[in-house]
């Protein structure tokens, strides 16, 4: 039996040995979690950016899953999107999502499960003291890719790149932030006592 205390990530925690079946069936079971976070989904008014759970979504599925498998599970869902299946927010698909004004969104979330992933590997998903950064740092990416892009993609100004691209989504993403922040610590004090 491993010592959970010995464990730096979620998924191991819980599946100490994996098969590539196992890590198939993570990789499908995480890209429809991120499906349906994205299915939770808002219009913002004047703005091509909608408001979705796909963030949350990111932030637990990186830190569980770790940098490597967070990022194959992001990519493989980018991937179904551009094919043709319904997966991105309100049930849309196609290149078009992904080079379009919300693709900055996408590919930064893609980075973020890299990223958030590697430090859930130094164990900073399992204490709220580390986790709050954690969980800033995967939004601050997201934010970051997804701005550049937009400001890109549209050719409007900055101000207005930051009004209607970060501006709304500010308390919904802090939002989510605390549900990650206080969720994982949590998770891992039920498993540690598994």
């Known amino acids: 039996m491993v010592q959970v205390s010995q464990i730096s990530l979620l998924k191991t925690a819980v599946l100490p040995r994996t098969t590539a079946v196992t890590q198939i069936s993570l990789i499908l079971s995480g890209t429809v979690f991120l499906a349906a976070m994205a299915q939770i989904s808002f219009p913002i008014p004047g703005s ?37 299946a319904p997966i991105f927010a309100s049930g849309s698909h196609g290149l078009e999502r992904v080079v379009g004004a919300t693709g900055g969104y996408l590919v930064g979330m893609l980075l973020s499960t890299l990223v958030i992933g590697a430090l859930a590997g130094r164990k900073w998903d399992q204490k709220i003291k580390t986790v709050i ?40 993403e802090l939002l989510k932030i605390a549900i990650a922040s206080t969720t994982l610590p949590v998770v891992w004090r039920l498993v540690s006592k598994r």
């Open 48 to 84: 091509p950016v909608p408001f979705t759970g796909q963030t949350l979504g990111v932030l637990l599925l990186g830190t569980a899953y770790g940098a490597s498998l967070g990022f194959s599970t992001m990519a493989f869902y980018l991937l179904m999107g551009i094919l043709g």
């Open 133 to 172: 950064p954690t969980m800033l740092i995967g939004n601050v990416i997201v934010f970051s890719v997804g701005l550049f892009w937009l400001h890109q993609y549209t050719g409007e100004s900055w101000s207005w790149t930051f009004e209607k691209g970060l501006t709304p989504f500010i308390l919904g």
